[in-house]
């Protein structure tokens, strides 16, 4: 209980945040050059003033602007997100179909760079400044020096392209018309190589961080104590070091929230994947103004949704937090 | 005997295995290298000790000493890439050196127990004491779970930490220093060991717990007939329980003997000189004292709220304090961690701002001061900081930290440096050393710069706040003679912080006793120490580690 | 300093990013002497590969525009780019966590507000909406970057400010009657610099990422010869003329692994006590 009271808490601390972000990017979308009625405008090829006129009085664009502010904070309240002038839907309707391909997306590649990245900074750790550190280490380094955008195209060419191995992008086998499991297989299919190009990055990540909260917790008094007690080294690994070298590690999954979902912009343009991200991408190019407020909306709620998981597993991994001194 | 006769006779007495009870735990020739880049080339030389069953064998020394490295080269626990290199340590019949890894792993926690300094940082927070305690069970035997709860319910019992049932389930943040040490206590005998190696099980305790656990381990030693190998640097602790002392020297054990033959009668210089340095427990008889009053504090209080919105917690740090400095004279604060002392001494110079009373000086109310008004007083009042790594800037040059006050406050930069290079002769620092950085001086040598910085605006009011307890005792013997000498030559009014009884019998002409923020106790220090009115200060004064012992005076004026 | 250095030439790692930085900064600055002409000019038959061709060592894109000179130029615009973009970063984070950091209260309650409010908005997204805002020319891109990238600078200066805020010496310096912006800035703030100096490699290393990813996304300046324009270019050959897409991948991974190396070495050898590990 008092661990879901002290995440409660944190989560309201960041209200204060959001509000600031939401505000703070109506108001610089105030600022660019062109709006909504102009984008519609542009799409249908022209109109007359009188039109346009009224298409602004439609969407309320003629209000000044703090109450166009207070009109849109208190929708957002009510989850009404607006009309994507491109698709003619509710925003929340296209934000909705487009959510669980990132949400499967950054959920598989987090998994995999966490798990990855803890078992290889374990490993480096273990054996520090010989030759698996060293190519752990290199290899954690490439990694995070690789653009990820790059990664996936010369991953495309090699595994779909040059080996046919692995699909060239896209969610699933259109027109297939493939039921449960062997659809559940088909997109898993598909998702092989943006997990992988995704989870790389962070990956490296994950690795550093490990081994190098392993090599400190490693010259912590209590680890000494733990040997002078006679303890296997593995067993002063398992029983002492590894959970305590975990704590950062949780940490960073929350910091790293929002960079992987920007992260997800990039790959599923790359692999042509119908998420949050590349609907953001499309949002602004074609200057759809409400759907890129509300998948910014939508992102900025995930990563506090994330942050306060995470606080709850750290809170439960911890004693210290809870004590609330 | 000459001096020379006095190291020889002294070696001699260390190196051969003098004792004629059977040993438990031998040294021969210990000998352990530090990696090439070390400032030295071995952490311990040639070093042969002997531990007796049944008895307490302290091992004694300043830092540097190696007697630190002495525990960890038995077990086999020395820092990455320091090993020894020759010698023999045998227990038992075996030499650990030459044991293979899992052999030595069934020494540790079953043959040998160990307790560490810092019982915060010795427990792994995130697992409770009783699966740390336990884990001595899974390791070396074969019992049950339940078995080994009632065994660790025991042992806990033994250590008299209150209800254990609780403390089982406890994570070491939970628990005091005191109680955490007790339950490292227990830990370490959990199987009872024949040998118990205690490295500074106490430095980082008040002086109160600090007997506390002190009795708890002569206790327990006496009941299991465990043999104890106790390191510390603090000889009041030797006086208290060593039945035998090794004094060691830059990894070189210089002297070993019956801890009466070494107490009152050493052998080897080094081991005259820190004694010399000991400061004994009774007062030097009074001087003479003026009796007017520079400072003056009236009900000072100063209060902590914190704990969210609400700021439910509430901690009195400073409540209702009335203290009077007098002139020239030095007014001693002692009391514990926690009494209040530093915030206290935070206050006078306005570092920190109290809730109320006043701070009288020379007619004036510091406390009440706009910030014009305390910038201009601020050269009245100086304050010595206790870190001698921490109270100077690594960046700056020393020349430039002494200066610094003066220039702030107008004086040009020339003269300013010409202050700073008298002030450095002042203090017995060499005055061409201006140029240097704060590294580049020992830890004695940094509180005298500190003391020269302090010094540069001319202060009549010097607050020291624990400005030796950081420092090695020879070195603190040194520091407190140069304090002491300058106050009489600069006519300074000195308020000197501690936690130290021993310091403040020395230099105080008066004495107040903190505890828990309010003063418990004040006057001369022949009558607080003399006789203690307050049941704290008593307990106080009982607590004080070989208070029974007096350090022999004939070589304090060589020394 | 010579301690430095000869701790610094002992770390094989941080030698080769020294080298790999140089050679990029080598490109860079021999642009102009091998290849004067406007790099994205037309220089010959589009879609010739690598080595077919002496004057066009690394063939031509799509567009029939030298590879090999796009690459050059392309170094000198990744090198600018992350550059100043971190100038901006550490400018604007050390001023908000120094200020958070020293004064704490309210003003740290306020500025930690808008530096969450920052990390909770996903980086990429932001820079999304200020080039759709400000649009996409080269100075626009750098200072979105910039001002995208602080947040974490903050925070470790912040972190440095409060634990360096109580030390003994500073304590010391108010005693003296120093006031506090000479505390701040004279004595704190040479202290509380290493590690954020450091963290510049990493905020580097992120520009330089980010700017690719933004002009592959045809998002960037298109008038500038940036190793992402290439890679987005790319695309749409990658079948046959992977090459295209390749190589320019490759020039970033080397810059951004120097730059990360150099700054990993400079750390170690910032910090000797860590060495044996």
């Known amino acids: 209980m008092r661990i879901f009271s002290l995440a409660a808490r944190r989560l309201a601390a960041a209200l204060p945040a959001l509000l600031i972000i939401l505000a703070g990017l109506f108001l610089l979308l105030q600022l660019a050059p062109g709006d909504t009625v102009d984008a519609l405008v542009a799409q249908m090829g022209g109109g ?10 439609h969407y309320a664009l003629d209000q000044s602007t703090s109450v166009r502010l207070g009109d849109y904070l208190w929708r957002l309240v009510h989850l009404d997100l607006g009309q994507s002038a491109i698709y003619g839907k509710p925003v929340a309707a296209v934000i909705l179909e487009r959510l669980p391909a990132t949400l499967l997306l950054m959920g598989s590649s987090l998994a995999i760079a966490f798990a990855a990245g803890m078992a290889l900074g374990v490993v480096a750790a273990r054996r520090v400044n010989r030759w698996p550190d060293t190519l752990i280490s290199t290899l954690g380094l490439v990694f995070y020096a690789t653009p990820s955008f790059w990664f996936g195209l010369m991953g495309i060419f090699v595994f779909a392209i040059y080996l046919g191995w692995l699909p060239a992008g896209g969610y699933s086998s259109v027109g297939a018309g ?11 299919w598909h998702l092989v190589l ?61 910091l790293q929230a929002g960079t992987m979902l920007g992260g997800s912009v990039v790959v599923e343009s790359v692999f042509a994947l119908p998420g949050l991200g590349r609907l953001a991408y499309e949002s602004v190019v074609q200057r759809d103004l409400n759907t890129l407020l509300g998948v910014v909306f939508v992102s900025a709620l995930l990563v506090i949704v994330i942050n306060f998981i995470v606080d709850m597993l750290y809170a439960r991994l911890d004693p210290r937090i809870t004590a609330g001194r | 005997m000459s001096s020379a006769q006095n190291v020889s006779t002294a070696h001699a007495t260390a190196t051969k295995a003098v004792s004629t009870r059977d040993s438990i735990l031998s040294l021969r020739g210990l000998t352990v290298e530090l990696p090439p880049d070390a400032d030295r080339r071995h952490a311990l030389q040639n070093v042969s000790l002997d531990l007796e069953a049944g008895r307490i064998l302290c091992v004694v020394g300043e830092s540097g000493s190696g007697k630190s490295m002495t525990a960890g080269a038995i077990l086999g626990l020395l820092p990455e890439h320091v090993n020894a290199t020759a010698g023999e340590v045998f227990f038992q019949g075996r030499n650990l050196l030459a044991l293979p890894d899992d052999e030595l792993r ?78 490292m206590i227990a830990m370490a005998l959990a199987l009872e060991p024949a040998v118990l190696i205690a490295d500074e099980p106490t430095t980082a305790l008040d002086v109160t717990t600090q007997a506390q656990i002190l009795h708890l381990i002569r206790d327990l030693q006496r009941r299991k007939g465990t043999a104890v190998l106790f390191i510390t640097h603090d000889f009041g602790v030797v006086a208290e329980i060593a039945d035998r002392v090794a004094v060691m020297q830059h990894g070189v054990l210089v002297e070993q003997g019956e801890v009466d033959a070494v107490l009152n009668h050493p052998v080897h210089p080094y081991t005259r000189a820190l004694i010399a340095a000991v400061p004994p427990l009774l007062p030097p008889p009074a001087r003479a004292v003026s009796q007017d009053i520079i400072l003056d504090l009236q009900h000072v209080s100063k209060t902590y709220r914190s704990g969210g919105w609400r700021r439910r917690r509430v901690t009195h740090a400073v409540s209702d304090v009335s203290l009077s400095l007098p002139v020239g004279g ?164 000195l308020l000197f912080i501690t936690h130290d009884l021993r310091v403040a019998a020395q230099i105080c002409d008066r004495i107040a006793v903190m505890k828990d923020g309010r003063v418990v106790e004040t006057g001369t ?35 | ?114 530096t969450e409010a920052f990390q909770i908005l996903p980086n990429f997204l932001l820079l999304l909406v200020l080039v759709a805002v400000f649009g996409s020319t080269l100075p626009t891109v750098i200072v979105a970057i910039g001002v995208v990238s602080w947040p974490p600078a903050a925070r470790l200066t912040r972190a440095e400010f409060m634990s360096l805020r109580n030390r003994e010496f500073v304590e010391a310096g108010r005693t003296l009657g120093l006031r506090d912006a000479r505390l701040i800035f004279q004595e704190i703030l040479p202290n509380a610099l290493p590690p954020v100096i450091v963290y510049a490699s990493v905020i580097m290393s992120v520009a330089i990422l980010l700017e690719s990813a933004l002009a592959f996304l045809n998002l960037s300046d298109p008038n500038v010869p940036s190793w992402g324009n290439l890679i987005g270019g790319g695309r749409g050959v990658l079948r046959v003329q992977w090459y295209v897409s390749a190589i320019p991948g490759v020039a970033i991974l080397c810059t951004v692994l120097g730059v990360s190396l150099v700054g990993q070495g400079v750390n170690d050898a910032l910090n000797p006590r860590l060495r044996h590990r």
């Not at chain 2, 040009?412 to 017995?428: C, N």
């Not at chain 3, 031509?60 to 100043?84: E, K, N, W, Y």
Request: glycine share 10%; hydrophobic share 45%.
């Open chain 3, 1 to 114: 300093m010579r301690d430095f250095l000869t701790r610094y030439r002992r770390n094989p790692a941080a030698v080769v990013g020294l080298f790999l930085l140089l050679g990029v900064i080598g490109l860079a600055l021999t642009a102009d002497l091998f290849f004067p002409r406007n790099p994205l000019s037309l220089a010959g038959r589009p879609l010739q590969w690598p080595f077919t061709n002496p004057n066009l060592w690394l063939g031509t894109d799509q567009t029939g525009r030298d590879i090999a000179a796009q690459i050059f130029h392309g170094a000198r615009v990744s090198l600018v780019i992350g550059l100043i973009a971190t100038v901006i970063s550490i400018a604007i984070g050390v001023l908000v966590g120094a200020l958070s950091g020293y004064y704490g209260g309210w003003l740290d309650d306020a500025l930690m507000r808008v």
């Open chain 1, 178 to 188: 493939l039921q449960g499991m062997a659809q559940v297989l088909d997109i898993a």
């Open chain 2, 330 to 493: 030095t007014l001693g604060i002692v009391g514990e961690s926690g009494s209040g002392k530093s915030t206290l001494a935070r206050c006078i110079v306005r570092l920190l701002k109290i809730d109320q009373g006043q701070i009288d000086f020379q007619g004036v109310d510091l406390a009440k001061l706009g910030k014009r008004a305390q910038r201009t007083h601020t050269r009245d009042v100086q304050m010595v900081f206790q870190d001698p790594y921490g109270s100077l800037n690594p960046r700056k040059r020393v020349g430039e930290l002494v200066a610094q006050g003066p220039i702030v406050h107008g004086v040009p930069r020339e003269q300013a440096m010409a202050r700073a290079r008298e002030l450095f002769e002042l203090v017995g620092l060499d005055p061409q050393s201006l140029h240097r950085y704060p590294h580049e001086f020992s830890g004695g040598q940094r509180q005298r710069v500190g003391l020269a910085r302090a010094l540069a605006l001319g202060p009549k009011i010097l607050v020291a706040d624990e400005p030796v307890s950081a420092l090695d005792v020879s070195v603190q013997a040194q520091v407190l003679d140069l304090l002491a000498r300058l106050r009489v030559q600069l006519g300074l009014s």
């Open chain 1, 194 to 254: 943006p997990t992988l190009t995704l989870a790389l990055i962070f990956l490296a990540i994950y690795l550093r961080i490990m081994r190098t909260s392993m090599l400190e917790v490693s010259n912590l008094d209590f680890v000494r104590t733990a040997r002078a007690k006679g303890l296997t080294d593995t067993k002063v690994v398992t029983r002492h070091i590894l959970r305590n070298a975990l704590l950062p590690m949780v940490t960073l999954i929350g």
């Open chain 2, 525 to 559: 220090v022949a009558e607080v120490f003399g006789a203690p009115r307050h049941p704290y200060t008593q307990a106080l004064l009982a607590a004080v580690p070989g208070r029974g012992w007096q350090p022999p005076a004939a070589d304090r004026a060589a020394a």
């Open chain 2, 106 to 183: 069934s020494v540790r926690g079953a043959g040998i127990g160990m307790i560490f300094q810092e019982p915060m940082t010795a427990l792994n927070p995130l697992r409770t004491i009783g699966d740390q305690i336990g884990e001595m069970f899974t390791t070396h035997t074969k019992l049950s779970k339940k078995e080994i709860e009632q065994r660790v319910l025991a042992l806990l019992a033994d250590v008299h930490l209150p209800s254990p049932e609780q403390a089982i389930r406890a994570y070491p943040h939970e628990l005091s220093g005191g109680q955490r040490q007790r339950a």
């Open chain 1, 48 to 57: 007359d003033p009188s039109m346009i006129e009224q298409l602004r009085k």
